[in-house]
Protein backbone atom coordinates (compact mmCIF):
# COMPACT_ATOMS: atom_id res chain seq x y z
CA UNK A 1 0.00 0.00 0.00
CA UNK A 2 1.43 3.54 -1.22
CA UNK A 3 1.76 5.69 1.67
CA UNK A 4 2.96 9.20 2.13
CA UNK A 5 3.54 10.82 5.07
CA UNK A 6 3.99 14.95 5.91
CA UNK A 7 6.05 16.35 8.56
CA UNK A 8 7.04 19.90 9.46
CA UNK A 9 4.15 21.95 9.86
CA UNK A 10 3.23 24.15 12.72
CA UNK A 11 2.95 27.29 13.69
CA UNK A 12 5.24 30.41 12.67
CA UNK A 13 5.79 33.98 12.22
CA UNK A 14 5.33 36.19 9.20
CA UNK A 15 8.68 36.61 7.93
CA UNK A 16 9.93 33.00 9.61
CA UNK A 17 10.96 29.19 7.30
CA UNK A 18 9.57 26.30 8.04
CA UNK A 19 10.87 22.81 6.12
CA UNK A 20 8.14 20.23 5.57
CA UNK A 21 9.00 16.34 4.28
CA UNK A 22 7.14 13.63 2.95
CA UNK A 23 7.96 10.21 3.37
CA UNK A 24 7.32 7.69 0.19
CA UNK A 25 6.61 3.87 0.80
CA UNK A 26 6.04 1.03 -1.91
CA UNK A 27 6.67 3.16 -4.78
CA UNK A 28 9.94 3.42 -7.21
CA UNK A 29 10.77 6.88 -5.99
CA UNK A 30 12.74 7.93 -8.82
CA UNK A 31 10.21 7.45 -11.70
CA UNK A 32 7.34 9.58 -10.02
CA UNK A 33 6.88 13.34 -10.57
CA UNK A 34 6.31 14.42 -6.70
CA UNK A 35 4.37 17.66 -5.77
CA UNK A 36 3.34 19.85 -2.87
CA UNK A 37 -0.23 21.12 -3.01
CA UNK A 38 -1.78 23.52 -0.26
CA UNK A 39 -5.74 24.13 0.65
CA UNK A 40 -6.89 26.78 2.77
CA UNK A 41 -9.87 27.53 5.02
CA UNK A 42 -12.75 28.31 2.12
CA UNK A 43 -10.42 27.81 -0.86
CA UNK A 44 -9.69 25.14 -3.58
CA UNK A 45 -6.15 22.91 -3.57
CA UNK A 46 -3.43 24.36 -5.44
CA UNK A 47 -0.12 23.51 -6.21
CA UNK A 48 2.79 24.72 -4.61
CA UNK A 49 5.96 23.34 -6.38
CA UNK A 50 6.44 19.83 -7.99
CA UNK A 51 9.27 17.91 -8.99
CA UNK A 52 9.62 15.92 -11.74
CA UNK A 53 11.41 12.08 -12.19
CA UNK A 54 14.08 13.98 -14.66
CA UNK A 55 14.64 16.57 -11.48
CA UNK A 56 13.11 19.47 -13.71
CA UNK A 57 11.24 21.90 -10.80
CA UNK A 58 7.55 24.17 -11.51
CA UNK A 59 6.87 26.81 -8.55
CA UNK A 60 3.68 28.59 -8.29
CA UNK A 61 3.92 32.76 -8.80
CA UNK A 62 2.74 33.11 -5.32
CA UNK A 63 5.85 31.18 -3.82
CA UNK A 64 8.62 31.65 -6.17
CA UNK A 65 11.84 32.75 -4.34
CA UNK A 66 10.73 31.55 -1.23
CA UNK A 67 9.89 27.76 -1.53
CA UNK A 68 12.28 24.99 -2.42
CA UNK A 69 11.48 21.89 -3.17
CA UNK A 70 13.90 19.40 -3.29
CA UNK A 71 13.88 15.37 -3.12
CA UNK A 72 16.60 12.71 -1.45
CA UNK A 73 15.84 9.62 -3.79
CA UNK A 74 17.61 7.39 -1.28
CA UNK A 75 15.54 8.41 1.43
CA UNK A 76 12.42 8.47 -0.52
CA UNK A 77 11.66 12.08 0.62
CA UNK A 78 10.11 14.97 -0.86
CA UNK A 79 11.02 18.26 1.14
CA UNK A 80 9.49 22.11 0.78
CA UNK A 81 11.74 24.49 2.35
CA UNK A 82 9.46 27.48 2.96
CA UNK A 83 11.16 30.97 3.24
CA UNK A 84 10.06 34.45 4.33
CA UNK A 85 6.44 32.86 5.38
CA UNK A 86 3.77 35.26 4.86
CA UNK A 87 0.11 34.87 6.35
CA UNK A 88 -1.59 34.03 3.41
CA UNK A 89 0.55 30.67 3.22
CA UNK A 90 -1.52 29.18 5.92
CA UNK A 91 -2.92 25.68 4.58
CA UNK A 92 -3.09 22.58 5.32
CA UNK A 93 0.27 21.62 3.08
CA UNK A 94 -0.34 17.93 1.36
CA UNK A 95 2.29 15.91 -0.49
CA UNK A 96 1.68 14.70 -4.02
CA UNK A 97 2.96 11.71 -6.13
CA UNK A 98 1.82 11.26 -9.58
CA UNK A 99 3.42 9.01 -12.59
CA UNK A 100 1.67 8.64 -16.07
CA UNK A 101 2.91 4.62 -15.67
CA UNK A 102 0.61 3.73 -12.92
CA UNK A 103 -2.79 3.50 -13.17
CA UNK A 104 -3.54 3.93 -9.50
CA UNK A 105 -1.56 7.84 -8.93
CA UNK A 106 -1.98 9.93 -8.17
CA UNK A 107 -1.66 9.43 -4.02
CA UNK A 108 -1.77 11.53 -1.25
CA UNK A 109 -0.50 12.49 2.12
CA UNK A 110 -2.70 12.47 5.04
CA UNK A 111 -1.99 17.00 5.17
CA UNK A 112 0.28 19.19 7.52
CA UNK A 113 -1.17 22.07 8.81
CA UNK A 114 1.14 25.43 8.30
CA UNK A 115 0.39 28.33 10.17
CA UNK A 116 1.46 31.87 9.89
CA UNK A 117 0.83 34.37 12.53
CA UNK A 118 2.09 36.71 14.91
Known amino acids: QVQLVESGGGLVQPGGSLRLSCVVSEILFSVYDMGWYRQAPGKQRELVANIRSSGNTHYADSVKGRFTISRDVAKKTVYLQMNSLKSEDTAVYFC????????????WGQGTQVTVSS
Open 96 to 107: NADSKFDSGAPY
